[in-house]
């Protein structure tokens, strides 16, 4: 299996502007978690799905995040508009239902805003 | 917010030592799993550990569990310079299906 697969690895953006962040899951996993890292606050649950459906976005820094899961192999992570306390690495990680299951990250993308 | 907590920040010893990593939590859980995260990369899971285990082995590693005292701790045994990475315990979040982190330690094998 290709693991989940996280684009772009890198961006640098000006403060305003949107950034979209993709990833593609493992097959067959039904969780997708959306985290976020920084050395301050370490690792973030941002918002987590279950079938495609967004169950907790209480971890969603505000108004200007946003995420969806269109279907079972694609979500997105949108900042509107963006700025420079965004920059972190935001992962994506998927898992497969169960009672006691282990997360599967991406690489990360790492973002900059300047 | 925050369950794990992992002591220490940083640690850093002799190729071929042994290193112990501690974490701390703060309510009851089910199980504990430890993630290693090499720079540049992301997360790993390295082991999962249940309540009702007191200690666990997976290669050079052992983990251990004390649900009285809410603390794991995980031994690296015969330390390599590839070891070198953060490490990270994690537990179930709250209500929420997503795991919390801790902030993780930092780890430096000298060769």
């Known amino acids: 299996d290709a693991g989940v697969i996280q684009s772009p690895r890198h961006e640098v953006t000006e403060m305003g502007q949107e950034v979209t962040l993709r990833c593609k899951p493992i097959?067959?996993?039904?969780?997708l978690f959306w985290y976020r890292q920084t050395m301050m606050r370490g690792l973030e649950l941002l918002i987590y799905?279950?079938?495609?459906?967004?169950?907790?976005d209480s971890g969603m820094p505000e108004d200007r995040f946003s995420a969806k899961m269109p279907n079972a192999s694609f979500s997105t992570l949108k900042i509107q508009p963006s700025e420079p306390r965004d920059s972190a690495v935001y992962f994506c990680?998927?898992?497969?239902?169960?009672?006691?299951?282990?997360?599967?990250f991406g690489e990360g993308s790492w973002l900059t805003v300047v | 917010s925050q369950q794990g907590e992992e002591d220490p920040q940083a640690l850093s010893i002799q190729e071929g030592e042994n290193a112990t990593m501690n974490c701390s939590y703060k309510?009851?859980?089910?199980?504990l799993q430890w993630y290693r995260q090499n720079s540049g990369r992301g997360l790993v899971h390295l082991i999962l550990?249940?309540?009702?285990?007191r200690e666990k082995h997976s290669g050079r590693l052992r983990v251990t569990l004390d649900t009285s005292k809410k603390s794991s701790s995980l031994l690296i045994t015969a330390s390599r310079a590839a070891d070198t990475a953060s490490y990270f315990c994690?537990?179930?979040?709250?209500?929420?299906?997503?795991?919390?982190f801790g902030k993780g330690t930092h780890l430096i094998i000298q060769p």
């Open positions: 990680a998927s898992a497969r239902s169960s009672k006691t299951y282990t997360i599967y």
């Open positions: 097959s067959g996993h039904d969780y």
């Open positions: 799905f279950n079938n495609n459906v967004p169950i907790d």
């Open positions: 309510t009851s859980i089910n199980n």
């Open positions: 550990i249940r309540s009702n285990e």
């Open positions: 994690a537990t179930p979040g709250g209500g929420a299906d997503g795991l919390t």
